[in-house]
């Protein structure tokens, strides 16, 4: 089976005829799913009167990243020799093809969600552990690029837009937020967790006794592994994404507001 980013299945069979963990999270998605989408209703109608930027500015901000995230996943594969996400319709930033449904309301109640995953065949490669590590970089080195660029904006800026208060800022507010969600997004790509992209680094980087076991580990336990990793996501990346945030802005010149 050729090597490619996955869409981990939540049903397996059981050696014992009866349905698993697995089978029963299944079960519950429907309810789980209702649920999200009650939250999100109330989370919405909340914000669209207590914080409408938020709902205005914050919520485009992480589509966009996700887009380009995924989109340069794409553009990496197609330029090492893949034409997969060229078939399948993934080079392009038309948002619906690259977000997740459930991903994309999750981010709207409690502000982290995913996109879907692109496709990859690795046989498509002269070189495949490599080029498949370049492409799972290629979408947290996007998200790094566009939280400089943004910081790179508000410091030419700066001087210019500290007369008027209200342009201060909202002009402030759209670059520090696309600098702390890219950050953000970087960083949790990053952990060695299928499918996340992390987990093709360390893959790479592992010396060759290594690589199966790893591979059988990952395969076994990913799941429970991205779900605890999911509930205590803020815990483990805020103070990383925080620090970034005041190396960044230090290195800049720019002084920190929030």
């Not at 001087?159 to 969600?181: G, L």
Request: hydrophobic share 50%.
């Amino acid at each position: 089976m050729p090597e490619q980013f996955r869409i981990y299945e939540f049903r397996t069979p059981n050696n014992n005829g009866g349905s698993n963990w697995r089978d029963r999270v299944v079960e519950y998605l429907p309810k789980i799913g209702t649920i999200l989408l009650v939250l999100l209703a109330i989370s919405i109608f909340t914000n669209l009167f207590s914080n409408p930027f938020e709902l205005l500015v914050m919520y485009p901000i992480f589509i966009m990243s996700l887009v380009l995230h995924e989109l340069s996943h794409a553009y990496m594969a197609d330029f090492l020799g893949d034409p997969t996400p060229r078939l399948t319709g993934r080079l392009t930033l038309n948002p619906l093809k690259h977000l997740d449904l459930f991903g994309t309301l999750l981010f709207l109640v409690c502000h982290f969600g995913w996109a879907k995953p692109v496709q990859v065949d690795a046989s498509n490669f002269r070189k495949p552990d490599r080029a498949m590590v370049s492409v799972a970089m290629a979408g947290p080195l996007c998200n790094f690029l566009l939280a400089i660029i943004s910081l790179t904006v508000l410091k030419i800026a700066f001087p210019y837009i500290t007369n008027d208060k209200t342009i201060f800022i909202n002009f402030y507010s759209i670059c520090y937020y696309i600098a702390h969600i890219n950050l953000l997004l970087a960083v949790f790509n990053l952990i060695p967790i299928p499918p996340l992209d992390g987990s093709r680094l360390v893959h790479y980087l592992l010396p060759a006794q290594y690589k199966h076991k790893y591979y059988q580990f990952s395969q076994q336990y990913a799941f429970i592994i991205f779900i605890l990793v999911f509930m205590y996501a803020g815990r483990m990346i805020s103070p990383i994404t925080s620090q970034l945030i005041r190396s960044l802005f230090t290195i800049f010149g720019v002084p920190i507001l929030f």
